[in-house]
């Protein structure tokens, strides 16, 4: 199984500062990566695919990046409805493992 | 719009199965992947499999063969997840998520449904 190994684990920031977000592939994944974002009590909600797409309506200061083993999310100038949890996911191969999730808080 | 509606809460006693519901609307339901996702409380996600509504095929973690039974039924365009000889490590709430034949990324989700495992 390909282990998805995510980081920082939490993060305490404030509104304005830029962040990023880092997953490292036990393997070559070939950019079949999401990001997700999940609030408190909610669903994740997609945000990135194919390691470097924005989903439909995910503002612009979000962005994705990588290749091979290394991907990175980066928020721009974070807004107070940024804060939640985000996990990346690779899709080369089953089981389509999840990194360990970055809690991102204000700081 | 599309919809993952999922059925509600299960309070069930150890050694128990459970059987939860996700309903889907607004797209063609033979069409796409319906995968199921645990979230034990304050944990991460771990992806438990998918079934693929228009032909029956179904593809499992290794984790869950035994444990989890994908199913789904056309005419009422519902997918099904039964979780068998429950144990209190099986209390998590449960999504299900759709994805396209041609991507695996989950584009939408239903709500979760909660699963206590209790006597």
């Known amino acids: 199984d390909i282990q998805m190994t995510q980081s920082p684990a939490s993060l305490s920031v404030s509104v304005g500062e830029t962040v990023t977000i880092t997953c490292r592939a036990s393997?070559?994944?070939?950019?079949?990566l999401a990001w997700y974002q999940q609030k408190q009590g909610k669903s994740p909600q997609l945000l990135v695919y194919a390691a470097t797409n924005l989903a439909d309506g995910v503002p612009s200061r979000f962005s994705g990046s990588g290749s091979g083993t290394q991907y990175s999310l980066k928020i721009n100038s974070l807004q107070s409805e940024d804060f939640g949890s985000y996990y990346c996911q690779h899709f080369w191969g089953t089981p389509y493992t999840f990194g360990g999730g970055t809690k991102l808080e204000i700081k | 719009q599309v919809q993952l509606q999922q059925s509600g809460p299960e309070l069930v006693k150890p050694g128990a199965s459970v059987k939860i519901s996700c309903k889907a609307s607004?797209?063609?339901?033979?069409?796409?992947?319906i995968h199921w996702v645990k979230q034990r409380p304050g944990q991460g996600l771990e992806w438990i499999g998918w079934?693929?509504?228009?032909?029956?095929?179904?593809k499992y973690n290794e984790k869950f063969k035994g444990k989890a039974t994908l199913t789904a039924d056309t005419s009422s365009s519902t997918a099904y997840m039964q979780l068998s000889s429950l144990t209190s490590e099986d209390s998590a709430v449960y999504f299900c998520?759709?994805?396209?034949?041609?991507?695996?990324?989950?584009?939408?989700w239903g709500q979760g449904t909660t699963l206590t495992v209790s006597s």
């Open positions: 607004g797209y063609s339901f033979t069409s796409y992947y």
């Open positions: 079934i693929f509504p228009g032909s029956g095929n179904t």
């Open positions: 998520a759709r994805s396209g034949i041609y991507y695996r990324y989950n584009d939408y």
């Open positions: 393997e070559n994944i070939y950019s079949n």
